[in-house]
């Protein structure tokens, strides 16, 4: 036996006082009689430690035991009082044998339950007492939260045993504005802490096949939970809508998750590579909007990286709206406007776009960016249009409709809009654009440029250099003003490194009308748009451009127009530089020697 009867007096009858010479057999005697109050302590293995002392014990006021002749002991059935070290309070009981023969009792409680640890837990079903220890084979209730389990152990300080089944239901926390979750418990141990700030510890254990949920299954937690009157902590990792969170303290309440500080896993398209990757970032998720927000306290070119795009940004917060599929990247504290998209990708080498805000959409699997200024490629600017950029796996940049072009990246000299740009590394793209040209009086011109690429030049300070090379032509039929009083057509080639750029066409005077194509100039050469242009002409060009020519009535002037084929009647050619005099609308051929 496990527990003895202490203190006992009473009187001890061997026989009837008429039947002192046993003539006749009297089954009841011998029997013994306690007048006396008489306490059943219950002494528990080793293995319980101190937790069952002197103070819990049953207290019976007087009993009878019968035939204490007979080889064993009948069983017995004492009415008293049960001592348990203020696990519940005194409680009326019937102490009896047990069947190992130890003393204890059994009660069936009512569906009130019985209020125990100074009403901070109710137990249910069937109370027990027996050589095991005092333990419950129902449920308890602590706070909003039911375990049910075949056997929990009650110690004075503590419950222990192992979950069934076990929920937790909404209803108002303890000194703070929130109410518990919903929570399903199943497979794990527990351990009630009956301390001044008293708590319930679920044990998670994977071989266990432990599973909890919370949320109506919306979220499972790997890891132990504990359960004050004022919070719901777990620890470890919690899975919830396809994405890992990790962190050393989740705090739940009805509709919000929140951790200072946790890292997120989330991939859902089961690939190599996942869309989101964060650590050390404050985690609060908003069940009512169905929205998870993720903040970083510090500013650093890895506060959330995208695998999947081969993206890394210094965002401060994410926000995922779950229900539209949506994660979005920005800025709540006005104090940074915008912030920057690294490419991870080795062919973009660290490309960067400043932004001020973007938006990854899980189902299309792209990263839209706003607000971009320009993306840097190689030694150009290239300005999205409207600002917008959109990023695929790998980094993979989608081609830019009209968008603006700028080379070069130092001196900015030629600008193109209306461009179509296909980026492929941070050192190349490809496209077409229109490219302004603006003359001297400020007229532009859009010419079309119809592919970039980078090559290598030879330059006077270094043995050569990488620089955007591009070209455009100019229809015949459609000539540009390439200055004031001469239009162009033909090819036009730049660099992006130099501001001139190398005509290689024809040039005619603009303001003749029903101007023959056939007198046109020939003109290879560079030339800074903008520039004052002037043409040398010699009376060896055979071009006639301004000549005075011998006719059958006498001299014949012509100015582009001459129709006077053979040299030999061609009185006067003159050389010099041609220009034009847009102020007084003169075309002027000056000798070399006034012009310089």
């Known amino acids: 036996n496990y527990n003895y009867l202490y203190n006992i007096g009473g009187d001890l009858f061997i026989n009837h006082p008429k039947n002192k010479s046993s003539l006749k057999m009297l089954p009841s005697f011998p029997y013994f009689i306690s007048a006396k109050s008489t306490r059943v302590y219950f002494n528990m293995p080793d293995e319980y430690g101190l937790e069952y002392d002197s103070s819990f014990y049953f207290s019976i006021s007087q009993f009878r035991i019968d035939s204490l002749d007979k080889a064993s002991l009948p069983n017995f059935e004492f009415d008293g009082t049960f001592y348990s070290n203020n696990i519940l309070k005194p409680l009326d009981a019937k102490l009896i044998t047990m069947p190992d023969n130890s003393f204890g009792f059994v009660k069936e409680l009512d569906n009130n339950g019985l209020p125990a640890y100074n009403n901070k837990v109710t137990i249910n079903n069937i109370l027990k007492m027996d050589s095991s220890g005092l333990h419950v ?70 071989l266990k096949n432990s599973k909890v949920s919370v949320y109506e299954n919306k979220s499972y937690i790997y890891g132990d939970v504990f359960v004050s009157p004022s919070e719901v902590i777990s620890e470890g990792t919690l899975l919830s809508d396809g994405a890992i969170l990790k962190s050393n303290s989740f705090s739940y309440s009805k509709s919000e998750i929140f951790s200072e500080e946790a890292s997120v896993i989330y991939n859902p398209y089961e690939s190599s590579k996942e869309v989101l990757v964060s650590n050390d970032v404050s985690l609060s998720y908003n069940l009512d909007k169905n929205i998870l927000g993720l903040t970083s306290s510090y500013y650093d070119i ?253 001299l014949f002037f012509s100015f582009f127009s001459n129709p006077i084929e053979k040299r030999s009647l061609v009185f006067f050619n003159p050389s010099g530089e041609l220009s034009y005099d847009s102020y007084n609308k003169q075309y002027l051929i000056e000798p070399l020697e006034k012009t310089n």
């Open 302 to 554: 890895e506060n959330f990286i995208l695998p999947y795009s081969s993206i890394t940004t210094s965002f401060s917060n994410l926000f995922w709206d779950i229900a539209n599929q949506k994660i979005t990247f920005e800025n709540v504290d006005n104090s940074r406007e915008a912030s920057e998209f690294y490419s991870t990708n080795e062919n973009f080498n660290n490309l960067n776009f400043t932004s001020s805000r973007g938006t990854f959409d899980i189902k299309s699997r792209a990263l839209l960016l706003e607000d971009v200024p320009e993306i840097q490629i190689a030694d150009a600017f290239i300005i999205p249009d409207k600002g917008q950029v959109t990023i695929f796996e790998n980094s993979e940049i989608l081609p830019l409709e009209n968008a603006e072009l700028i080379l070069d990246t130092l001196s900015e000299y030629h600008k193109f809009i209306k461009s179509n740009v296909q980026i492929s590394s941070k050192s190349k793209f490809e496209g077409r654009g229109i490219y302004e040209y603006i003359n001297f009086d400020e007229d532009t011109f859009e010419i079309p440029f119809s592919s970039f690429e980078l090559k290598e030049f030879d330059d006077k300070d270094i043995s050569s250099i990488l620089s955007t090379y591009s070209f455009g032509l100019v229809d015949k039929s459609n000539p540009i003003l390439m200055e004031p009083g001469f239009g162009f057509y033909g090819k036009i080639e730049l660099v992006a490194n130099n501001e001139k750029l190398l005509f290689n066409g024809e040039i005619i005077p603009s303001e003749i009308g029903n101007f023959n194509a056939s007198q046109a100039i020939p003109y290879s050469g560079y030339f800074t748009p903008g520039d004052e242009l002037a043409l040398s002409i010699s009376n060896d060009d055979n071009d006639f451009t301004s000549a005075i020519s011998k006719t059958d009535d006498g």
């Open 137 to 206: 084979n129902g449920n308890f209730q602590y706070k909003t939260t039911s375990i049910f389990s075949e056997k929990i152990r009650l110690f004075p300080d503590s419950i222990q045993g192992y979950v069934d089944t076990g929920f937790m239901k909404n209803g108002q926390m303890v000194n703070v504005k929130k109410q518990f979750p919903t929570m399903e418990i199943n497979n794990v141990d527990f351990v009630y802490y009956n301390n001044k700030d008293d708590y319930l510890h679920l044990i998670y254990d994977s």
